[in-house]
């Protein structure tokens, strides 16, 4: 959660204007301060909504579930860590702990690429697809009672609209 | 971050329909996928963004940052401990954690609450409020520059829009 300390308008009024000051902080106004708090408290409240959902009925954080959701949809069920790292828009080092974890459970297993003998595949396990066979229907139902049954669809579109012109900004690819 | 596995309409359909079975299970369809990742990954790199630069600028998590926030726009910069998690949707032990960090730095202290003499108050010490004075402005920039600069007015107010729908089934305080 992040949020802004008060505006002090009078901060800006009474900046120096020669080229060498800093440009004037651009403070939210009122509009934009609702904007924003109302996206803030949303998602954050969303995601620990869906994460407790989620953990109940799958045992897992969403961050690993996903790690699942990406081995299932990819051919052979395998993807390079490398890949899989991106996929999930984690770090190297966060992902390898992750995939440590669902080893330990039987759900993913580590392969050296025989493609070019270096680097490491993420295999998802017969066992890791059904604990992901298992625990979808609980996320989809959370993710429709908390985010879909509330938003008209207009708002659906606005929602895809708004998301897709944020990542074309954070992430050009 | 969570997502779906691949929806199988063909399990639906074949799904019995006696009272007795569970309802089918509602998958997203191709629309709602868009609009679910979309969301989803927007959010998550957003978030990630935002995190990135604030503890770069502020040397804090958002989470810390939020408290300092709370604590800055409450009567004489003090709240109630309880009172203080709910605002930062904070767990009341992960809130007592951070305000033991924050006093480590000194930004933060404890009062015991003199109307009841129970309870305890967090108050915002003036270098807390310098140092939130310090990274508000280098904030504030990085939410235009990722948010609010991307965003067109209509998007902006349906972004509140969908938010505040949230909020209402989330948190209908």
Known sequence: ???????????????????AAPAPTRWLDAEEQKAWRAWLYSTTLLQDRLERDLTHSAGVSSAYYEILVQLSEA??????????ADRCLASRSRL???????????????????????????????????????????????????????????QVAAMRDIGETLLRHLDPR
Chains 1, 2 share one sequence.
């Open 1 to 19: 959660m992040t949020s802004q300390v008060s505006p002090r308008p009078d901060d800006d009024v009474l900046a120096p204007t020669s080229p």
């Open 75 to 84: 051919p052979e069920r395998r993807m390079r860590m490398s890949q899989l």
């Open 96 to 154: 390898s702990h992750a995939v440590s974890r669902l080893e330990e459970r039987g759900w993913v297993a580590r392969e050296v690429c025989v493609e070019d003998g270096r680097g490491q595949l993420a295999v998802l396990t017969d066992q890791g697809m059904t604990a992901l066979e298992e625990a979808a229907p609980v996320h989809v139902s959370s993710v429709r009672e908390h985010l879909f049954d509330q938003l008209s669809p207009a």
